[in-house]
């Protein structure tokens, strides 16, 4: 045993030394060297390119240095650190003169520890410091966002900048943004792109029945907001009908991430394939929001003491734990009803208290209620 570690040591030194002037270095349990030292054929190898910071290792090498291609068989991994790149594969060539490397078969890619990307047959190109493939490839980064590329993606290592065609990126919401052409700065996370369609998880309006959908003509989205032109947005489920009970038509939609606001300008509504009414601006919270103040849907009803009447409910939230509905609403025989609800959560707790007042021809009227359940004090519930 100690014989042969001494003779693979010698031949570990005759080989760096042989090879030193071509800067690379080669461990290995067993080398056999042929072709007149042309050719160098390594298992379980360690290869190590210190002028390049490269360190690779595979159970199979082959080394051409008449060609100088290095070619790499099961279990390769290709740590590049001076770029932080890290390949894993079972088929790897390595072209030293271009710096151009080639995974053949499914390949897993790992970025600067920010992106995880698994694909078929890529190229890394060293020099340009390029990665890219035609093969469908799929990739994840730290915000657990994923972005499916069906026609394969060329990536600039060094600027981050990333391109695709016909790509598909799902949030952390599970909504999907399908695009035909797709342009991401990912050290910014800013994309742009072109006809955009936006499939929202079902459920994500709060009705799981609805097709929630949005799309338009081109988008750009940063960390602070997305923006899409021409845009068509809809919650109205399109089924055994030729068009959706109702959509909105925007020459301009704007999601502002921060606010979690959705921004309307210049729509029209339109109900059934036939425009209803033009809005010049509106807004509306995101459904991530549990909790914002702002007005309600507006609602009409009649009885046969007061007749018509048209209700415009305000919501405020006053602070983590306090809410106030205001609730004016106008009657058809110029009665006027002012109307508010509070809300509190307690620890132990809740309290709801109801106001109203109510001004007519008839006279004036009104209520006050109020009513706290739950436990009070230790002998109080």
Not at 75 to 82: E, G, L, R, Y
Not at 182 to 210: A, P, Q, R, T
Not at 267 to 281: A, C, G, H, R
Not at 289 to 318: C, E, M, Q, W
Request: net charge positive; charged share 30%.
């Amino acid at each position: 045993m100690k014989y042969k570690l001494i003779v693979i040591s010698i031949l570990i030194f005759i080989l760096n030394l042989k090879l030193s002037a071509q800067e690379i270095k080669i461990e290995s349990s067993k080398i056999d060297i042929t072709n007149d030292g042309n050719t160098v054929l390594a298992k379980d190898a360690t290869i190590l390119v210190p002028s390049e910071n490269l360190k690779i290792e595979s159970e199979k090498t082959n080394y051409n240095k008449i060609k100088n291609i290095i070619k790499f068989k099961k279990n390769v991994i290709f740590t590049d650190k001076q770029n932080e790149v890290l390949l894993e594969s079972n088929y790897v060539e390595y072209e030293r003169k271009k710096e151009i490397i080639f995974s053949k078969g499914k390949t897993k890619l790992n970025i600067e520890n920010k992106y995880n990307i698994v694909s078929e047959n890529i190229y890394y190109d060293r020099f340009l410091k390029k990665i890219y493939t035609k093969s469908e490839a799929l990739i994840e980064d730290n915000l657990n966002n994923f972005y499916i590329l069906k026609n394969g993606f060329d990536l600039n290592v060094s600027n981050e900048i990333l391109k695709s065609k016909k790509s598909i990126i799902i949030d952390k919401n599970n909504n999907k943004y399908i695009f035909e052409n797709l342009f991401i700065d990912m050290n910014i996370n800013e994309i742009v792109g072109k006809e955009i369609k936006v499939e929202f998880e079902k459920s994500y309006f709060g009705n799981k029945n609805n097709e929630p959908i949005l799309k338009g003509r081109s988008t750009y989205s940063n960390d602070d907001e997305l923006k899409i032109y021409k845009a068509v947005f809809s919650t109205c489920n399109s089924a055994k009908r030729k068009c959706r009970g109702w959509e909105l038509n925007s020459e301009e939609f704007k999601h502002n991430k921060n606010e979690k606001v959705f921004e309307y300008k210049n729509s029209w509504l339109k109900l059934f394939n036939k425009k209803i009414f033009f809005l010049p601006y509106f807004n509306h919270p995101d459904p991530t929001v549990k909790r914002k103040s702002g007005f309600l849907t507006p609602s009409y009803s009649a009885s046969d003491s007061l007749g018509f009447s048209v209700n415009i409910p305000y919501f405020k939230v006053i602070s983590e734990d306090k809410d106030l509905t205001f609730n004016p609403r106008v009657y058809a025989d110029k009665s006027f009803l002012l109307q508010s609800e509070f809300r509190q959560a307690l620890n132990k707790s809740n309290i709801k208290s109801d106001f109203s007042f109510l001004l007519g021809e008839s006279g004036t009227k009104g209520h006050i209620f109020f009513n706290q359940n739950g436990l009070i004090n230790n002998n109080v519930n």
